[in-house]
Structures are given as structure tokens and as C-alpha cells.
């Protein structure tokens, strides 16, 4: 595990109550987990269709190894 800087974006934001804190989490996956397990639904739903940001590289791959910084990101629409 490794301590990475968590920022949330809109609706994640939302379901955190924050907008950021630092957890430790290795990869996407453990990453999705905590964060599922602290905010329960209002997250898992943003984390359903939402993505990360891991070094600039969006990323959806739960094996995918975490930087110093991840961004959860909502769903955006087009517009």
C-alpha cells in the first residue's frame, strides 16, 4: 500500500463530502474498493460509470498501479 493523494470531482465530490484526502491503496481496484466501502451508494453509483485519473491516463483497469495523485472523475456527457 502506498499513500496517494485522492481529489473528487462533481458528483464524486458529492458522495465523498470532500474534496480531497489521502488513502492508502496500491492499484485502481483497491483504490475503488476503499472508497466503495467508506461512501457506500452515492459512490458505487459514480464509480459505476465514472473513471480515474492516474498520471494524466484515464483508467477504468482495476490492476492498473496508482501515482502520487488520482482523480475520481464522474461521468461527463457531451455537449
Not at 35 to 60: I, K
Not at 65 to 71: F, I, K, T
Amino acid at each position: 500500500m502506498a499513500e496517494v493523494l485522492v481529489r473528487y470531482f462533481a458528483a464524486a465530490e458529492d458522495a465523498a463530502g470532500r474534496a480531497e484526502e489521502i488513502l492508502d491503496a496500491a492499484t485502481a481496484g483497491e483504490l475503488r474498493t476503499l472508497l466503495a466501502d467508506r461512501y457506500g451508494g452515492a459512490m458505487e453509483r459514480v464509480l459505476a460509470s465514472g473513471s480515474f485519473l492516474v498520471d494524466g491516463v484515464v483508467t477504468r483497469d482495476p490492476e492498473r498501479a496508482l501515482g502520487a495523485r488520482v482523480d475520481v472523475l464522474p461521468p461527463f456527457s457531451g455537449g
